[in-house]
């Protein structure tokens, strides 16, 4: 398996409380991405990296925001969580030579009460 | 804008049958990826095709395009019981950089 982990795996949280979720690489690989899975949708794209501090917007970004000042560490954040947040969350690293083979992390499932 | 649709949603089979599942298109693409997701992972990549292929293969897998139809098919022959799992297409290019169907739910009966 490619060296992705995601914390915390699980999550229980209230509405309007701010969460953050962090993919970690030990692949040094170049891109990362942030997806939620909801049934019925798929996996539709948040937010990605292209680099240490350069972050791009995907499907799904309104109520997101990203940062990754290492190469190693992704965090995705809800400011102010809502129940339509409620999902599970994966990560995804790639190294954006030719085709992008994605690698997924176990995934983060989160509950927003 | 770019869609992947899948079919059928779900597919049931016994062991030792082949599988069937389709990923259909809106807008051109540079390439196309399979993936597998068992029950509560990730997902597993599979095969890639590129948009100036028509077949490739991998082991069990056989993956088809067809880009005058906007579709790919992913065959999986000899199906065993380990193959349950929902599949998924990714599809790359043009102005929406990554597009997943919404999957086809494998279930092969021992």
């Not at chain 1, 953050?20 to 798929?42: A, F, I, K, V």
């Not at chain 1, 680099?51 to 990203?66: A, C, L, N, P, R």
């Not at chain 2, 079919?7 to 809106?26: R, V």
Request: glycine content about 8%.
């Amino acid at each position: 398996d490619a060296g992705i982990t995601q914390s915390p795996r699980h999550k229980v949280t209230e509405t309007g409380t701010p969460v953050t979720l962090r993919c970690h690489q030990t692949e040094n690989h170049r891109y990362m991405y942030w997806y939620r899975q909801d049934p019925g949708h798929g996996l539709r794209l948040i937010h990605y990296s292209y680099g240490v501090k350069d972050t791009d917007k995907g499907e799904v970004s309104d109520g997101y925001s990203v940062s990754r000042s290492k190469t190693e560490d992704f965090l995705l954040t809800l400011e102010s969580a809502t129940s339509s947040q409620t999902s599970v969350y994966f990560c995804a690293i790639s190294d954006g030579r030719g085709p992008d083979t994605q690698y997924f992390g176990p995934g983060t499932r989160l509950t927003v009460l | 804008s770019q869609q992947g649709e899948e079919d059928p949603q779900a597919l049931s089979i016994q062991e030792g049958e082949n599988a069937t599942m389709n990923c259909s298109y809106k807008t051109s693409i540079n390439n196309l990826q399979w993936y597998r997701q068992n029950s509560g992972r990730g997902l597993v990549h599979l095969i890639l095709i590129r948009s100036n292929e028509r077949e490739k293969h991998s082991g069990r897998l056989r993956v088809t395009l067809d880009t005058s139809k906007k579709s790919s098919s992913l065959l999986i022959t000899a199906s065993r019981a380990a193959d349950t799992a929902s599949y998924f297409c990714l599809l790359q290019g043009g102005s929406e950089k990554l597009v997943f169907g919404k999957g086809t739910k494998l279930t092969v009966n021992p």
